[in-house]
């Protein structure tokens, strides 16, 4: 078949997995691949390829989230070069995955100082807090839609002290979603 008439095409995908442990601890995996289809590549009979594979795993602990390990693996990528980058990536131990984070790996990672998919996966990480406070206040409330419009699934949030106001546009302080939460708090805990 003529190279022209093959369908080109790549898929990044991106999974993270989040599981608690004992005593406020959790584990995470997080993976990224950029893969290839249709493409002209070296060996004739591939018809895909993997150009990226990292896998970044570790243990946070406490309300705060702070990092007890942290490790990355490369398990596919284009140049010897590209595992340079993984040691650095320990340095973060010790810090929390809650506010700042983000911008933390940002400062530390820019450029020739990082790895565009290390960072991509490390920048993820601020995403374990929805998947952990999801399992906390889960583990109080049932999730679905009557817990959602009815504010209790929200306002068990808040009586765990996770507080998510203002977290994103749905939850704005001034917004329903939170002011029903508000309403069934005070029908919980009285006023006061």
Same mark, same amino acid.
């Given at each position: 078949m003529d190279p022209s008439e093959v369908e080109r095409f790549s898929r990044r995908t991106k999974t993270l997995e989040v599981e608690p442990l004992s005593q406020g601890r959790i584990r995470f995996e997080s993976s990224l691949v950029d893969q290839s289809f249709g493409g002209d590549y070296e060996q004739a009979?591939?018809?895909?390829?993997? $150009?990226?594979?990292? $896998?970044m795993d570790g243990i946070a602990s406490g309300d705060d989230l702070k990092l007890e390990a942290l490790s990355v693996r490369a398990e596919a990528h284009p140049f010897p070069q590209c595992p340079f980058i993984l040691p650095v990536v320990e340095d973060l131990i010790g810090l929390s995955l809650l506010s700042g984070w983000r911008q933390k790996i940002l400062e530390r990672? #820019?450029?020739?100082? *990082?790895? +565009?998919?290390? +960072?991509?996966?490390?920048?993820?990480?601020?995403?374990v807090t929805t998947l952990v406070y999801f399992q906390r206040m889960n583990a109080h409330q049932a999730y679905g839609p009557r817990s959602r %419009?009815?504010?209790?699934?929200? %306002?068990?949030?808040?009586?765990?002290?996770?507080?998510? #106001?203002?977290?994103?546009? $749905?939850?704005?302080?001034? *917004?329903? $979603?939170?002011? #029903? %939460?508000?309403?069934? #708090?005070?029908?919980?805990?009285?006023?006061?």
């Open positions: 009979e591939a018809t895909s390829l993997v $150009v990226h594979q990292f $896998v990672f #820019r450029g020739s100082a *990082g790895c +565009t998919h290390v +960072t991509t996966l490390l920048l993820g990480l601020s995403e %419009a009815s504010g209790e699934w929200i %306002a068990t949030s808040l009586d765990l002290g996770q507080s998510l #106001r203002g977290a994103c546009h $749905v939850l704005d302080t001034g *917004g329903s $979603v939170v002011r #029903r %939460a508000d309403a069934v #708090r005070e029908r919980r805990h009285g006023a006061g």
